[in-house]
């Protein structure tokens, strides 16, 4: 084996420095297109409806909600008070503070 010479050194370092630039330039890079791709999802406004998964959820706490305004509505007349609108609104209310905000806005038109 051969000794490298002080000039096959001084090739071999630059070079090592040229590839480190090039490497670090592109991790640089996808980086910055990995941020960006972030927030962009992030700048994305969702909604429930989006996912059939959610539009099914928010049917079926709609239809219970409303099952359950009739419940109170029926209930509220059987013991003789009135028409019982207030029940059902009282009951809406309630629902709407244990419900989770996407489900919210479905729930709000339900009473």
């Known amino acids: 084996m051969t ?5 096959e050194r001084e090739d071999l370092q630059r070079l090592v420095r040229q590839r480190e630039k090039v490497l ?3 991790a640089k890079q996808r980086s910055a297109e990995l941020i ?3 927030e962009n999802q992030m700048g994305q406004e969702f909604s429930f409806d989006q996912d059939e998964v959610w539009e099914r959820a928010t049917k079926i706490a709609q ?3 409303a099952k359950a305004n009739e419940q109170i509505a ?3 007349l059987r013991r003789g ?3 019982g609108r207030a029940a059902p ?3 809406t209310r309630l629902a ?3 419900t989770p905000a996407p489900l919210q806005g479905a729930a709000e038109g339900v009473t």
Do not use: C, I, W
Request: no cysteine; glycine share 4%; net charge positive.
């Open 3 to 7: 000794a490298m010479t002080k000039h």
């Open 24 to 26: 670090k330039s592109a």
């Open 36 to 38: 960006a791709d972030f």
């Open 63 to 65: 239809e219970a909600l």
């Open 74 to 76: 029926a209930a509220h």
């Open 81 to 83: 008070h009135g028409r």
């Open 89 to 91: 609104r009282r009951a």
């Open 96 to 98: 709407q503070r244990v």
